[in-house]
Nanobody, 125 residues
Framework: DVQLQASGGGLVQAGGSLRLSCAVSGITFDDYAMSWIRQVPGKEREVVSCTSKSDGSTYYADSVKGRFTISSDSNTENEVFLHMNSLKPEDTAVYYC?????????????????WGQGTLVTVSS
């Protein structure tokens, strides 16, 4: 049974930092593409970052490149993190962790099969 549970959201001032965590069970990181996806109310979901161990690649949306970093716990392989620095008000959204079984990097949220419940990040100006 695959389960993903995101946490770590909150209220932060512009310029601040947050670390989101995604507790993962029921999958093997080597076989999956792991992603952080965000959604602003009234807008489409956006893949913020996606990483795949199987092909060693990582994707970042242009809007977060240089500010956000995706990582995983290499020892336990049961957590995925999104380190967010230099946060901007436009980063305010609900952030979801998601997994795709074939390990292929994609920027299409619809191609992710498993989703966590989302955690709200609010950046004040």
């Amino acid at each position: 049974d695959v389960q993903l549970q995101a946490s770590g959201g909150g209220l932060v001032q512009a310029g601040g930092s947050l670390r989101l965590s995604c507790a993962v069970s029921g999958i093997t990181f080597d076989d999956y593409a792991m992603s952080w996806i965000r959604q602003v109310p009234g807008k489409e979901r956006e893949v913020v970052s996606c990483t795949s161990k199987s092909d060693g690649s990582t994707y970042y949306a242009d809007s977060v490149k240089g500010r956000f970093t995706i990582s995983s716990d290499s020892n336990t392989e049961n957590e995925v993190f999104l380190h967010m620095n230099s946060l901007k008000p436009e980063d305010t959204a609900v952030y979801y962790c998601a997994a795709r079984p074939d390990g292929i990097i994609t920027t299409n949220p619809a191609e992710f099969e498993y989703w966590g419940q989302g955690t709200l990040v609010t950046v004040s100006s």
